[in-house]
């Protein structure tokens, strides 16, 4: 019977001291790192201008003229912005495009939807210096495409992406320059 009423004792004092670990979490919401304060420069609205290099993807290159509304996801967890653009040799584009931190990969994981290709482009993206870049790859017609955008702070606070690709084994060549103006604040 003693020993009985011990091991009720102890399971008891257990449970009491996995409800006070508990009670003291949910008192701590989990706050998001450095890492999403440092994509703070991507929350806003946007006219974006994309200058479109002569490759064999865009073999006439040509311009596009868009937006692109960022704004803080659930907890400042994440980055969602909307984008959309007419004009350049992609037709009209559309899209969402989500960034975050993977803190167990320590890089931040991109997902990009858009109306012009099935599923979703994922990329992994880190700080090189002062340049924001991200790769990833995609199949496309039968061969593996890998895209690596950089992207830059200006001086005047406007934004700069350089996109580059290459298809199977051949080198990377600049694809799109754009520029990004800010013009106005997004939601929080």
């Known amino acids: ?60 290159g040509g311009e596009a003229k868009g937006t692109y509304a960022g704004k803080w996801g659930p907890g400042r967890f994440s980055v969602v912005a909307d984008f959309g653009a007419t004009g350049g040799p992609e037709g009209a584009i559309q899209g969402h495009e989500v960034i975050t931190w993977d803190e167990k990969a320590k890089a931040y ?34 061969t593996l495409m890998r895209f690596r955008n950089e992207a830059t702070t200006d001086a005047d606070g406007s934004v700069t992406m350089r996109e580059s690709y290459s298809a199977g084994d051949s080198p990377r060549v600049l694809m ?8 106005g604040r997004a939601e929080k």
């Open 1 to 60: 019977m003693r020993t009985q009423m011990r091991a009720i004792g102890f399971v008891a004092a257990l449970a009491l001291a996995g409800m006070g670990i508990l009670r003291a979490k949910a008192q701590e919401p989990a706050k998001p790192g450095p890492e999403m304060e440092k994509l703070g420069f991507l929350v806003g609205t946007w006219n974006v201008v994309s200058k479109y290099e002569k490759t064999p993807l865009f073999p006439n």
């Open 109 to 142: 994981k991109q997902f990009i939807f858009g109306n012009n290709f099935p599923g979703a482009f994922q990329a992994t993206g880190r700080w090189e210096g002062e340049k924001l870049v991200f790769e990833g790859e995609l199949e496309f017609g039968g």
């Open 176 to 183: 799109i320059t754009t520029r990004g103006v800010k013009t």
